[in-house]
C-alpha cells in the first residue's frame, strides 16, 4: 500500500510531500478511531528490547531522528507508528526561516535525501508550550541550536537560552554541534569552544536533564578524539552519532551535487565507522545514540553489537512508509531469538572491540 502512496507523494516536492505527510499524521493522531487503527496496525515489538538509558525508559532501541518534527507538533502521531522515543528540532531561540526553498532533495537511486533546510523553526516559546501537550509516555528529546545571525562568538548564549526555555519540558537535551547548514556551526567541535558550551549548559542544568551531544560524521580521527575526551570531561550524558554528512560517496542520482547534509543509505558506512571509534573512546562509559543509513533490522542488530544503546533514523521513514518501526523492531526480535538472546542489554557493545 505505502508503494502506491509513495509513487504519489514522490512526484511533489520533498518538502511539500513531507508537510502533507505530516498533517495527515496529525489529523489521525487527533482522531480517535483512527488512532486506535493505527497503534494496533504499527504496533512494535518489545519483549525483551526494553532498557533504561541516562536514567529513561525506552520499549525498544528505535526512535525517530531530529529532522522530521522540527516544531513539536507530531509527537502524538510519532507514538502512534510506534516509535520508542522522538528527537524534536532542530529548535532556535528565536524563529527563523531557514534557507530559501528548495531545500530538500530526493535521491531515489541511493534511498538518500539532501537537505539544506537551516534550521527552520518556530522558534523555543512556541515548541515549548506544544510540549506541554505531548504524550507523557513517550521519551521526547528537544535538539537545540544556534540561531544564523548568531556570531559564532555568542553560539554559547543562544544555547542557553535555549536550553533553559526547553529543559524543563523535555526527558533529554540534545545539543547540535553538527548541521553543515548553518556557517561556522562544526566550529564549535573545537575543544575551547565545546568545552564552554557544554560547561555553560551543565552549570545551568537545575533540573537534570540529560543531556546528549551531537556529533559529525565528517571529523577527522584526531578530532574525535578530542571531543569525545572534551565532552567526557564535561560530563556529557551521551553521544549521538551521527548528523548528515558533506560527503557525497557513489552516488548515483542526479541530485547528487546539491548542496546540503546527505542522509540515507550512503551514510550507512561512515556512520558505522564512527560509532565505532566513538565506542572504543567511550569504553561503555557513555550511552551513543547511533543515527545515519538504518533501513534494516540487520542496520539496528549491528549499531547495538557495535556499542549504540539507541538508534533514530528518518529517512528510511521517506522511502519505506510508516511500519518501518514494526519492520524492524519485529526483525530485531527475531535476530535475537535466533542468537539466543533473551535481553537486548545482552548485546549492546559486544563487537566494541572488533577491527574498525
Not at 251 to 276: F, I, K, Y
Not at 286 to 298: D, E, F, M
Amino acid at each position: 500500500m505505502y508503494s502506491l502512496l509513495r509513487r504519489a507523494l514522490f512526484t511533489l516536492d520533498a518538502e511539500v510531500a513531507h508537510e502533507r505527510t505530516a498533517a495527515l499524521l496529525k489529523f489521525a493522531s487527533q482522531t480517535p478511531g483512527a488512532s486506535a487503527v493505527l497503534r494496533q496496525l504499527f504496533a512494535p515489538a518489545t519483549r525483551g528490547l526494553g532498557q533504561t538509558v541516562a536514567g529513561l525508559t525506552f520499549a525498544h532501541p528505535i526512535g525517530l531522528a531530529a529532522g522530521f518534527d522540527k516544531h513539536a507538533d507530531l509527537t502524538h502521531g510519532m507514538a502512534l507508528l510506534g516509535f520508542s522515543h522522538v528527537e524534536v528540532g532542530t529548535v532556535t531561540p528565536r524563529p527563523q526561516a531557514g534557507n530559501p526553498k528548495p531545500r530538500m532533495f530526493r535521491l531515489v537511486e541511493d534511498q538518500a535525501i539532501i537537505n539544506r533546510m537551516g534550521f527552520n523553526s518556530v522558534g523555543m516559546d512556541v515548541v515549548a508550550s506544544r510540549m506541554a501537550k505531548r504524550p507523557l509516555q513517550l521519551p521526547v528529546g528537544i535538539n537545540i541550536g544556534k540561531n544564523r545571525d548568531t556570531a559564532l562568538a555568542d553560539a554559547t548564549a543562544d544555547y542557553l537560552s535555549a536550553f533553559t526555555t526547553l529543559a524543563p519540558h523535555a526527558d533529554y537535551v540534545a545539543v547540535n554541534i553538527s548541521s553543515p547548514n548553518t556557517l561556522g556551526l562544526r566550529q564549535l567541535h573545537e575543544t575551547a569552544a565545546l568545552r564552554e558550551l557544554l560547561d555553560t549548559l551543565r552549570a545551568a542544568n537545575q533540573w537534570q536533564r540529560p543531556v546528549f551531544l551531537k556529533i559529525s560524521p565528517d571529523e577527522s580521527l584526531d578530532q574525535l578524539e578530542q571531543v569525545i575526551a572534551t565532552a567526557m570531561t564535561a560530563g556529557i550524558s551521551g553521544i549521538i552519532a551521527t548528523n548528515t554528512t558533506i560527503s557525497r560517496p557513489n552516488l548515483q542520482s542526479s541530485n547528487a551535487n546539491e548542496v546540503g547534509g546527505l542522509s540515507g543509505v550512503p551514510l550507512r558506512d561512515p556512520a558505522m565507522a564512527t560509532l565505532r571509534h566513538v565506542a572504543r573512546l567511550t569504553d561503555g562509559k557513555l550511552p551513543i545514540i547511533s543515527v545515519g543509513g538504518i533501513s534494516s533490522a540487520q542496520d539496528v542488530y549491528a549499531r547495538l553489537r557495535a556499542g549504540a544503546s539507541l538508534v533514530q533514523l528518518y529517512t528510511a521513514l521517506v522511502y519505506h512508509g510508516p511500519a518501518i518501526v514494526a519492520q524492524l523492531s519485529w526483525g530485531l526480535a527475531a535476530l535475537l531469538r535466533r542468537d539466543g538472546v533473551s535481553d537486548i542489554r545482552q548485546i549492546i557493545g559486544v563487537d566494541r572491540n572488533l577491527p574498525a
